[in-house]
């Protein structure tokens, strides 16, 4: 699984240097500063933006860049596709709704990401049950999922240590 990621990241990257190397691409992207402002349950910090669950993921990609790796599956819940937007640090995961498509979850891989109660990629399993309690919805040995009503946040640990957390919809 790992070594796939490794694959996927080292992929994407040849194809941006590739591209900015012709020439052809620009980033005009303008991030908007959100320093100050307080993450929730259902929001990352990615690259200075605020990206929340249920946000249009065109929206996302004004704020964060196009991706070069979309992946797509018939969605078994809504009519048309899941999908999955693969950037270096995330992955953000989308359901449709008409000719749209919405954030359903987004899985991080990066201490730069931030989240709402300051759990990081690299952090110890003590610091997850320290910041969000010793009661969580989910735990294993290398998982950790806490909920409330709408969201849950999860933490997949690798030798003790958090190396992927994902914040999700939860589905009724």
Do not use: W
């Amino acid at each position: 699984m790992r070594l796939k990621k490794l694959a996927a990241v080292l992929m994407a990257v040849t194809m941006v240097m590739t591209i900015q190397a012709c020439g052809k691409s620009e980033n005009t992207t303008q991030k908007q500063n959100t320093e100050n402002v307080k993450l929730d349950a259902k929001s990352a910090r990615i690259d200075g933006s605020i990206i929340k669950i249920d946000d249009n993921i065109k929206d996302v990609m004004k704020k964060i860049g196009e991706t070069q790796d979309v992946e797509q599956a018939k969605s078994c819940l809504y009519n048309g596709y899941d999908k999955a937007y693969k950037y270096d640090d995330c992955t953000i995961r989308t359901y449709p709704d008409g000719d749209d498509d919405y954030v359903n979850s987004i899985e991080i891989y990066s201490s730069e990401i931030g989240i709402e109660k300051a759990v990081h990629v690299g952090d110890t399993i003590e610091t997850v049950k320290k910041v969000y309690g010793d009661n969580p919805a989910f735990d294993t040995d290398t998982y950790s999922a806490y909920e409330d009503e709408e969201y849950g946040v999860a933490f997949y640990y690798e030798n003790e240590k958090v190396n992927e957390i994902e914040i999700y919809k939860i589905e009724k």
